[in-house]
C-alpha cells in the first residue's frame, strides 16, 4: 500500500531552470494538496485541488503552477526557480476536505542555487 | 491572530516525563481536531483524530479538546526517545470545500 508517492526525492536547480514535482496517491482520494514547509514558517499551502478537473490557488502561490493530470496524479511546476523556492515540498491527499485528515507523501528536498 | 497558533519550543526532556503540548484557535467553526507527528526528514503521520470536543486516548498518548477555551491538547505519558520528532496540530471545519489549518509544529527531544 503506497499511499501518497512523490518524486524525486531530492532535487539540486539553478536559478531560472524549471522543473516538475510529481505526486501521485492510490486510495483513490478527491482531493490533493502541495505545500512547502520551511524553518519557523510550518506548512504552507501553495494549491490544492478539491476534487479531479479542479485547482485552486492557496497561501503562496506565485511561482508555481500546477495540473491535475487525473484523479490520481497532481504535479507542481516551477517554471522560472528562484532561491526563495529552496525548500521541503509535500503532497498530500485526502478523501474530501478536512475533516477525513490528510495522509502526506515524503517530501521533495529542493535546493535553488 | 493567526487562526491557529501553538507554542513555538523546542521542548526537551528526560525519559519518562509527561509531555504536554497545546494550541489554541480563534476559528468557532473548527469541528475536527488532529495531531501529526513528523520524524525528521519524513513526511507528517496523522497521530490522534478528535471530533468535537472531549478526550481520546490511544496508548500513551491522550489527546483533550475544550472548544470552550478553544484549546487543544495533546499529552505524552512515560516519553521515549523515539517519540523525539515535531509534532503539528492541525483542524478543520466541515463540509466538502473545508482545508485543514496546521500549527507551525513544535520540535520535542527526548533525552535517555
Known amino acids: 500500500n503506497a499511499g501518497v508517492t512523490q518524486t524525486p526525492k531530492f532535487q539540486v536547480l539553478k536559478t531560472g531552470q524549471s522543473m516538475t514535482l510529481q505526486c501521485a496517491q492510490d486510495?483513490?482520494?478527491?482531493?490533493m494538496y502541495w505545500y512547502r514547509q520551511d524553518p519557523g514558517m510550518g506548512l504552507r499551502l501553495i494549491y490544492y485541488?478539491?476534487?479531479?478537473?479542479?485547482?485552486d490557488k492557496g497561501e503562496v502561490p506565485n511561482g508555481y503552477n500546477v495540473s491535475r493530470l487525473n484523479k490520481r496524479e497532481f504535479s507542481l511546476r516551477l517554471e522560472s526557480a528562484a532561491p526563495s523556492q529552496t525548500s521541503v515540498y509535500f503532497c498530500?491527499?485526502?478523501?474530501?476536505?478536512?475533516?477525513?485528515?490528510?495522509?502526506f507523501g515524503s517530501g521533495t528536498r529542493l535546493t535553488v542555487v | 491572530q493567526k487562526e491557529v497558533e501553538q507554542d513555538p519550543g523546542p521542548l526537551s526532556v528526560p525519559e519518562g516525563a509527561i509531555v504536554s503540548l497545546n494550541c489554541t484557535y480563534s476559528?468557532?467553526?473548527?469541528?475536527?481536531f488532529m495531531w501529526y507527528r513528523q520524524y525528521s526528514r519524513k513526511g507528517p503521520e496523522l497521530l490522534m483524530y478528535?471530533?468535537?470536543?472531549g478526550n481520546k486516548e490511544d496508548g500513551r498518548f491522550t489527546a483533550q479538546v475544550d472548544k470552550s477555551s478553544k484549546y487543544i491538547s495533546l499529552f505524552i505519558r512515560d516519553s521515549q526517545p523515539s517519540d523525539s520528532a515535531t509534532y503539528l496540530c492541525?483542524?478543520?471545519?466541515?463540509?466538502?470545500?473545508?482545508?485543514?489549518?496546521f500549527g507551525k509544529g513544535i520540535t520535542l527531544s527526548v533525552r535517555p
Open positions: 498530500a491527499s485526502s478523501q474530501q476536505g478536512g475533516g477525513y485528515g490528510y495522509t
Open positions: 486510495m483513490n482520494h478527491n482531493s
Open positions: 485541488s478539491a476534487s479531479e478537473g479542479t485547482t
Open positions: 476559528n468557532s467553526a473548527f469541528q475536527y
Open positions: 478528535t471530533y468535537s470536543s
Open positions: 492541525a483542524m478543520s471545519a466541515t463540509g466538502a470545500n473545508s482545508k485543514l489549518t
